[in-house]
């Protein structure tokens, strides 16, 4: 999330009233979470396994939980609790202001688009040229629809990110800012959702198609000519290259990524990256060739566990 302008780091810790270690005129420019990055940017941490990784991110402000050496040329905000001030910040520059009508005054709508009934269209919505937007579709405040992009009934685009911090008496939502980008010529299937990032966004690439009940998490990139059948689901931060296939019921892990062409089979669910050109399937997913022989083996093991007990040595 970038900023409307450029802030100093003694008016940032102001509005959270927290302590600062640096220079007060440092610059600050954007918010956003730790893989997402840029220089200019805050990125909260609260937890000592993340600290190095914060400290040396990108990230040239560090909201964090103790007071810890500063790196060069980057600058401390100290809170007692980073979560929860990274919320209020993000509440700051982007406060409530749900629009209560179908589509927004703020919507574009682009030349030759086709809006059928029910569509909900937010604040800031930009739709390009020849979109069809079938019926009960629902496009959240700020997302990007490109050109020639195709929208089955009852699918929502723009959807908080299923992202939460558990404490010991209730469990606190993160405050999503991000958006959804999708480019030309992409199709959604019908009942498929698609959450915006936390602060960054979330991309479908161009000419990609997504069958019935796709579901894509927060600051997923997904690349051009992508194709996932229907059930798939897609966790959070995921980077998936080119023409990259995903069938039915497949399901992918955080933070991961799928190569350029390669496959991920059916009901399979990827745990770690997947390579390029490569065809992975089972649960955890490995090598699909290896994993057939893996279910061949596993339907002989009866008959050999049998052959065992009746004391046949003709294995």
Same mark, same amino acid.
Request: charged share 20%.
């Given at each position: 999330?970038?900023?409307?302008?450029?802030?100093?780091?003694?008016?940032?810790?102001?509005?959270?009233?927290?302590?600062?270690?640096?220079?007060?005129?440092?610059?600050? !420019?954007?918010?956003?979470?730790?893989?997402?990055?840029?220089?200019?940017?805050?990125?909260?941490?609260?937890?000592?396994?993340?600290?190095?990784?914060?400290?040396?991110?990108?990230?040239?402000?560090?909201?964090?939980?103790?007071?810890?050496?500063?790196?060069?040329?980057?600058? %401390?905000?100290?809170?007692?609790?980073?979560?929860?001030?990274?919320?209020?910040?993000?509440?700051?520059? &982007?406060?409530?202001?749900?629009? $209560? $009508? =179908?589509?927004?005054?703020?919507?574009?709508?682009?030349?030759?688009?086709?809006?059928?009934?029910?569509?909900?269209?937010?604040?800031?919505?930009?739709?390009?040229?020849?979109?069809?937007?079938? =019926?009960?579709?629902?496009?959240?405040?700020?997302?990007?629809? &490109?050109?020639?992009?195709?929208?089955?009934?009852?699918? +929502?685009?723009?959807?908080?990110?299923?992202?939460?911090?558990?404490?010991?008496?209730?469990?606190?939502?993160?405050?999503?800012?991000?958006?959804?980008?999708?480019?030309?010529?992409?199709?959604?299937?019908?009942?498929?959702?698609?959450?915006?990032?936390?602060?960054?966004?979330?991309?479908?690439?161009?000419?990609?198609?997504?069958?019935?009940? +796709?579901?894509?998490?927060?600051?997923?990139?997904?690349?051009?000519?992508?194709?996932?059948?229907?059930?798939?689901?897609?966790?959070?931060?995921?980077?998936?290259?080119?023409?990259?296939?995903?069938?039915? &019921? !497949?399901?992918?892990?955080?933070?991961?990524?799928?190569?350029?062409?390669?496959?991920?089979?059916? $009901?399979?669910?990827?745990?770690?990256?997947?390579?390029?050109?490569?065809?992975?399937?089972?649960?955890?997913?490995?090598?699909?060739?290896?994993?057939?022989?893996?279910?061949?083996?596993?339907?002989?093991?009866?008959?050999?566990?049998?052959?065992?007990?009746?004391?046949?040595?003709? %294995?």
């Amino acid at each position: 999330m970038k900023l409307p302008e450029e802030y100093k780091l003694e008016v940032i810790a102001a509005l959270i009233n927290c302590n600062f270690e640096g220079n007060p005129n440092h610059i600050i !420019s954007g918010l956003n979470e730790i893989h997402m990055v840029e220089n200019g940017d805050i990125v909260f941490v609260d937890h000592p396994k993340y600290y190095d990784k914060a400290l040396n991110s990108k990230a040239t402000t560090i909201l964090i939980n103790v007071p810890v050496k500063c790196p060069d040329g980057k600058a %401390l905000l100290i809170s007692d609790d980073p979560f929860r001030d990274y919320n209020k910040l993000v509440r700051h520059f &982007q406060p409530i202001n749900y629009s $209560q $009508q =179908p589509i927004s005054n703020t919507a574009k709508i682009g030349k030759n688009t086709i809006i059928m009934p029910g569509v909900y269209l937010g604040n800031n919505v930009i739709i390009g040229n020849n979109c069809i937007l079938h =019926p009960n579709v629902v496009i959240y405040d700020n997302c990007h629809i &490109q050109n020639n992009v195709i929208i089955h009934a009852n699918s +929502v685009i723009g959807a908080d990110a299923f992202y939460y911090k558990k404490r010991s008496t209730k469990i606190d939502k993160m405050i999503s800012c991000g958006r959804v980008i999708i480019e030309d010529d992409v199709e959604i299937g019908a009942l498929s959702t698609i959450d915006k990032g936390v602060s960054g966004d979330t991309i479908i690439g161009a000419g990609t198609k997504l069958d019935d009940h +796709v579901h894509i998490a927060h600051d997923v990139v997904v690349g051009k000519m992508c194709i996932m059948a229907g059930g798939v689901t897609v966790a959070g931060a995921v980077i998936i290259e080119d023409g990259v296939t995903l069938w039915g &019921q !497949s399901a992918v892990k955080s933070g991961i990524t799928l190569g350029k062409g390669s496959s991920l089979l059916a $009901q399979s669910g990827l745990t770690n990256n997947l390579p390029e050109g490569k065809t992975f399937f089972g649960s955890p997913a490995g090598d699909a060739r290896t994993k057939m022989k893996e279910v061949a083996a596993l339907k002989m093991l009866p008959d050999l566990i049998k052959k065992i007990k009746t004391g046949n040595s003709a %294995l």
